[in-house]
């Protein structure tokens, strides 16, 4: 089995920044892409970020310049910085990552910029 553990999340005002971080334990041997996804009340879930064992990244439009994804591979470990958040970035947002053949994913945690 594939745990994985978020945690960063919460209130922010716009222009605000926070951090996430996601540690990935358990069965981990082939532990390959990691990433973020979100979801807004009655949005479904896109993708955000993801970022490649070797450290190749992608970003949603909506983020790019924005949001920086890195990972720790002795940690196991995958961040999301969320700097100039806006409002609509408000969700709760999903650590995910690709293990062999199979895709796990966190809890979640709650991502919320008001003012």
């Known amino acids: 089995q594939v745990q994985l553990v978020e945690s960063g999340g919460g209130s922010v005002q716009p222009g605000g920044s926070l951090r996430l971080s996601c540690a990935a334990s358990?069965?981990?041997?082939?532990?390959?892409?990691m990433g973020w996804y979100r979801q807004a009340p009655g949005k479904q879930r896109e993708s955000v970020a993801d970022i490649t064992r070797g450290g190749r990244t992608d970003y949603a439009d909506s983020v790019k310049g924005r949001f920086t994804i890195s990972r720790d591979n002795a940690k196991n470990t995958v961040y999301l910085q969320m700097n100039s958040l806006k409002a609509e970035d408000t969700a709760v947002y999903y650590c995910?990552?690709?293990?062999?053949?199979?895709?796990?994913w966190g809890q979640g945690t709650q991502v919320t910029v008001s003012s």
């Open positions: 995910t990552a690709v293990v062999g053949f199979g895709r796990y």
């Open positions: 358990g069965n981990i041997f082939r532990l390959n892409d």
